[in-house]
């Protein structure tokens, strides 16, 4: 029997399958996520820090806001070239996602934006899944983004609605689910999720829950972070999450929404193979790795390619490919090899960051 798709939870529905017993939990959530065509696969995917730092907003977890004295270079947009480089490794490495994330409070129609519809264009045509996090959009930027091949957006909720004021007030939840309706209203699947540790108390967590699983369709990918705290943001001494409350989070978004991809996002570093382990019992089966060993920026540490090939191979799972049941946006042939169109070579390439948890 397949467990059939619903958008009506009570948040007491959800308080009650977050509270259960963990074991009786996870093993819920596992049958859960045992209906999946392949519950052995697990997404890989690859953040690259496409302009960093100088943002003007406020969160207050993040290393890249301008407020806050966190150590973080700047770093202007990307040369093209340097992006598909990365991309290139990555896809060899076996990531299946590349997600490409600007520190801006919402994308501009400027020569920029025409820059990054560029990079989404090419890195698709290399046959890569590509995400991108630029902030807010409006809706004929997500449409123009579609064109471009984008496969998905991220534009993380964060938090519930209550607490998300204490953590940004640089723009509201509102401000927010508008930039969602937006990238529904085209093909670009939807990346939203949340940020463990904000100082939310575990009714937040459910409102999060309530708020995700009450979207119809599903978010087809939904981030679980755990807050790295980044040193100079006000975040930067909030109390350690309990691995058990992350497990929670991730079982229960499983049971929820069973058909999208759990993403175990910021805070994995921190977890040992065996913890890592019990989030893909329980239905987390999508990772960031990283040769520079960090998310979006160095701020938040990330297991490289090497360490999350032997711990899938440990553990028996295999690498989800990129568009697995879907056509590619841009027909693509899926192999295009050789990297940049443009023929200017840059030596350098860009040791991108953290996370940016969009
Ligand atoms: S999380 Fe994103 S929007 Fe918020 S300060 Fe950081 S870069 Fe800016």
């Not at 496409?50 to 770093?75: F, N």
């Not at 990531?95 to 501009?108: D, F, N, P």
């Not at 902030?135 to 998905?152: D, F, V």
């Not at 509201?172 to 937006?182: G, I, M, V």
């Amino acid at each position: 029997m397949t467990t059939a798709l619903r958008h009506d939870w009570t948040r007491e529905e959800i308080r009650a399958i977050h509270d259960m017993p963990l074991l009786d939990l996870v093993f819920r959530a596992a049958a859960v996520h045992r209906e999946q065509p392949d519950p052995s696969e697990v997404q890989v995917c690859k953040l690259i820090s496409i302009k960093t730092g100088a943002c003007p907003e406020d969160c207050s977890y993040c290393s890249q806001s301008s407020r806050y004295q966190t150590g973080i270079e700047r770093q202007e947009l990307m040369d093209k070239c340097a992006v598909i480089d990365i991309a290139k490794r990555a896809k060899e490495s076996g990531v299946s996602r590349v997600c490409m994330g600007a520190a801006w409070r919402s994308a501009k129609d400027n020569d920029q934006f025409d820059k990054v519809l560029e990079m989404v264009r090419e890195v698709t045509d290399m046959g890569v899944e590509v995400c991108c996090t630029l902030g807010m959009l409006n809706e004929s930027q997500a449409k123009r983004l579609e064109e471009a091949g984008l496969y998905a957006y991220n534009h993380n909720l964060d938090t519930s609605a209550s607490h998300y004021k204490s953590v940004i007030t640089t723009r509201t939840y509102e401000d927010r689910l508008n930039t969602l309706e937006n990238v529904r209203k085209t093909s670009v699947t939807l990346c939203t999720g949340g940020i463990l540790g904000l100082g939310e108390t575990i009714n937040d967590r459910v409102d999060l829950l309530h708020t995700l699983s009450h979207m119809e369709p599903h978010p087809e990918s939904v981030p679980v972070n755990i807050l790295s705290k980044v040193p100079g943001t006000p975040m930067a001494e909030a109390p350690d999450v309990p691995f058990t409350e992350a497990l929670r989070m991730i079982a229960t978004a499983r049971i929820l929404m069973p058909r999208s991809m759990v993403r175990l996002s910021a805070g994995r570093a921190k977890l040992s193979v065996s913890e890592q382990a019990f989030c893909f019992l329980a239905g987390a089966n999508s990772i960031f790795s990283s040769e520079t060993k960090s998310m979006l920026t160095s701020a938040v540490p990330s297991p490289d390619y090497d360490e999350d090939k032997a711990m899938l191979e440990l553990l028996g799972l295999s690498m989800r490919p990129p568009f697995k049941g879907d056509k590619h946006p841009l027909g693509c042939k899926g192999a295009k090899e050789g990297g940049c169109d443009d023929h200017e070579h840059h030596e350098h390439s860009h040791a991108p960051e953290i996370a940016c948890a969009k």
